[in-house]
């Protein structure tokens, strides 16, 4: 069984500063993928970054950024640069590789982040 | 491409009430999913399927059912409403595993009163 934590419930920043959301993981599962996802107040739920556990380069993608320590079971989102349309719940979720074939694609969330941009 | 439809947008339902969520890919995904969203929380899967006539119970599937006839419809069955069914429910869709995100849907928000 995997659990994921998310331990801020809410965060805020300044427009054009960095915040820095944080999340944990356990799993036994030796290989996985980590994902932020960003929930809008449209419900709508997008992938802003994904990591695969077997590669030590942290993702990038634009003004978002990871922060991946697998041995800690660490996997911490930064946003640079942050702007208005950043406000959001941030949901960190985990995917156990399909290694054995069990996995079935099965993700598990945190509790999520609300994100709040002060202009 | 439409991706991951959801029907209906909203619902309100009385207590014992019966209704089905509707999911619908045009993607020609092999696996589908039904997260349900309770408020400020994250989202737990209810059941998922790998394919066509193959479903299978995830986290929370007590008080639902499902079926998948075909690869592009994945509808979620509540037969009995309780209160604790209130939610938003989330249907999302994935070609292959682990290499490629799940696509969602725009989730329906279930009232149950």
């Known amino acids: 069984a995997q659990t994921v934590t998310q331990s801020q419930p809410e965060m805020s920043v300044q427009e054009a500063e960095t915040v820095t959301l944080s999340c944990t993981y356990d799993?036994?599962?030796?290989?996985?993928?980590l994902f932020w996802y960003k929930q809008p107040p449209s419900r709508q739920m997008i992938l802003v970054i994904r990591?695969?556990?077997?590669?030590?380069q942290n993702a990038t993608e634009n003004r978002f950024s990871v922060n991946f320590q697998k041995a800690a079971k660490s996997f911490s989102l930064k946003i640079s640069d942050s702007q208005l349309g950043d406000a959001a719940m941030y949901f960190c979720?985990?995917?156990?590789?399909?290694?054995?074939?069990?996995?079935?694609?099965?993700?598990?969330f945190g509790q999520g982040t609300i994100l709040t941009v002060h202009p | 491409n439409a991706g991951v439809t959801q029907t209906p947008k909203f619902r309100i339902l009385k207590i014992g009430q019966s209704m089905t969520l509707q999911c619908a890919q045009d993607?020609?995904?092999?696996?589908m999913y039904w997260y349900r969203q309770d408020p400020g929380m994250g989202l737990k899967l209810i059941y998922y399927?790998?394919?066509?006539?193959?479903?299978d119970k995830g986290e929370v599937p007590n008080g639902y059912n499902v079926s998948r006839s075909t690869t592009e419809d994945f509808p979620l069955r509540l037969e009995l409403a309780a209160p604790s069914q209130t939610s938003v429910y989330f249907c999302?869709?994935?070609?292959?595993?682990?290499?490629?995100?799940?696509?969602f849907g725009d989730g329906t928000r279930l009232s149950i009163l």
């Open positions: 993607m020609n995904h092999n696996y």
């Open positions: 799993t036994s599962e030796s290989d996985y993928y």
């Open positions: 979720a985990l995917l156990p590789s399909n290694a054995g074939g069990t996995s079935y694609g099965k993700l598990t």
């Open positions: 399927s790998v394919g066509a006539g193959i479903t």
């Open positions: 999302a869709s994935v070609r292959m595993i682990g290499t490629q995100p799940q696509h």
């Open positions: 990591q695969e556990a077997y590669k030590q």
